[in-house]
């Protein structure tokens, strides 16, 4: 406890003094900015790195700085590091892009590093307040890096997020004071006794519980919550869409799980099935509108969009069947799709920026021209479908198969239509590439850097490494989904 106290301090802190670093050094020289951000974020990750091996080998952790009825909690485990490890992994990434891309400024550089120290407060905290103002973190950063693009419109889009965002907050704010008056205590684990012994199937227990899920459903961009992410993808730089895709979700998405489970528990669910089916059929609406609506779109953005919006339906759907199997696939899902679509972002950015092509007709013969490239969207492509042996068809079996062992044969059909919609998208764009006849503008190699290539590059084998590695990860993550499902 000793070490990881400090360990999860540094985590959760290090990007906001990174932050501040960027800010009092706000002189104009872009290159400092990205240094800092280089090293706040590689010292980050080594730190996340060393907080998951503790927690490997000791297990979950729960650790409370303030022992105040409503203060500071930490709730740690494999789980919960494997998203901030996400957030952390991603941003290298898109640093690797930024570096001659952008963008370049100070603004940017504070909310990056701001978003970073959101992301692990989100997924860390063991209680009900914290989460809250970490998520109001989340969404100022969020809304100033779109507020970034030069595109137009940009601004109108940050502004429009911030109120979807502040009325999902609002709502999370009503669930969260309605859950403490009943229960004397935001902690997760003090609030959990306190709700049990109130009653699951209570109103006001469920009123709080519904405030709750909307919010957070809001902010996942959950089906038909989902059209602010759409419009910022569209109007975003492709660093920050690699965000608002790969990680801007998964915060929401793994608090909304993390309080189902440690604060309602799964008693909640077995005592009001009508809310367990109807958000399990929620999340799977999202699963196959999505990827329909991604099917009827040219542009590339757009397609990535509406596939995102279809991942975390997915990822929600096995975190609902409540099985540990489910469960492991669902956070494979998650990981791996961050990882997959951030960099399908980058690449995206990259066609863009040597070729001007956004659109599926616009990615004619590209491959010709950009053999290490359209080999990498081919790999995501892989990957985003589901094939074997990558990330995402692990997540997707392990999904199917502990939903087919409890009963929910409905989920492992929806997730075979989902893969045949997403080989409907993905295809199209991979046959113009090969197959197709360049007509368009080649600016030429040297607008692709070689960090830009090698961000992209290892996006692929992270996706070919965790899919292959997924038994022996499946032993890592045991005692913590045990213990989410206790």
């Given amino acids: 406890m000793s070490v990881v106290g400090p360990l999860t301090a540094g985590v959760v802190a290090l990007p906001a003094i990174g932050a501040l670093a960027v800010f009092l050094a706000e002189d104009g020289r872009e290159q400092r900015y990205w240094r800092i951000t280089a090293l706040t974020l590689s010292v980050t990750t080594l730190l996340t790195i060393a907080l998951a091996a503790l927690l490997v080998l000791d297990g979950p952790i729960v650790y409370r700085p303030l022992a105040v009825p ?33 963008p370049h400024s100070g603004r940017f550089h504070v909310s990056f590093l701001l978003f970073t120290t959101a992301v692990f407060g989100v997924v860390f905290s063991g209680d009900l307040v914290a989460t809250g103002g970490f998520l109001l973190v989340l969404i100022v950063a969020t809304g100033r890096l779109v507020a970034e693009s030069d595109k137009t419109g940009a601004r109108d889009v940050a502004r429009g997020y911030r109120r979807t965002a502040t009325l999902g907050a609002t709502a999370y704010v009503v669930g969260v004071a309605l859950a403490a008056w009943l229960g004397g205590s935001t902690d997760h684990e003090r609030l959990a006794t306190a709700l ?166 616009e990615y004619n013969g590209l491959a010709n021209r950009a053999p290490v490239v359209a080999a990498v969207f081919a790999g995501l492509g892989i990957a985003l479908i589901g094939l074997p042996p990558t990330v995402g068809f692990v997540g997707k079996w392990y999904i199917a198969v502990g939903a087919f062992t409890e009963g929910f044969w409905l989920v492992t059909v929806f997730i075979l239509a989902s893969t045949v919609l997403t080989i409907g998208y993905v295809v199209p764009f991979l046959d113009r590439l090969y197959f197709g006849s360049f007509d368009g503008t080649d600016r030429g190699q040297a607008v692709v850097t070689t960090l830009m290539i090698v961000a992209i590059v290892t996006a692929v084998v992270i996706s070919l490494v965790v899919g292959l590695a997924s038994v022996f990860l499946e032993s890592l993550f045991r005692d913590a989904i045990e213990q989410l499902l206790a």
């Fill in 70 to 102: 409503i203060g500071i909690a930490f709730s740690l485990d494999v789980l919960s590091v494997t998203v901030g490890l996400l957030d952390v992994m991603l941003k290298l990434g898109i640093l690797c892009y930024t570096r001659t891309a952008g």
């Fill in 196 to 361: 049990a012994a109130t009653g699951h199937a209570e109103p006001a227990v469920i009123t709080a519980f519904v405030f709750i899920s909307i919010g957070l459903a809001l902010l996942a961009a959950l089906i038909p919550l989902h059209g602010w992410l759409v419009e910022t993808h569209a109007r975003t730089t492709d660093p920050v869409s690699a965000l608002v895709s790969g990680v801007l979700p998964a915060a929401p998405v793994y608090a909304l799980v993390r309080i189902l489970y440690d604060v309602f528990t799964i008693d909640f669910l077995a005592a009001n099935p009508p809310i367990a089916t109807g958000m399990l059929y929620g999340a799977l609406v999202s699963l196959l509108l999505g990827n329909l609506l991604a099917y009827g779109q040219r542009d590339i953005k757009g397609v990535l969009a509406y596939s995102t919006v279809s991942q975390f339906g997915l990822v929600f759907a096995g975190l609902l069947v409540a099985n540990e199997t489910a469960i492991f696939g669902s956070v494979i899902q998650l990981f791996g799709h961050g990882i997959v679509k951030g960099a399908f972002c980058l690449v995206a950015g990259i066609i863009a920026i040597r070729f001007d092509a956004r659109t599926m007709d």
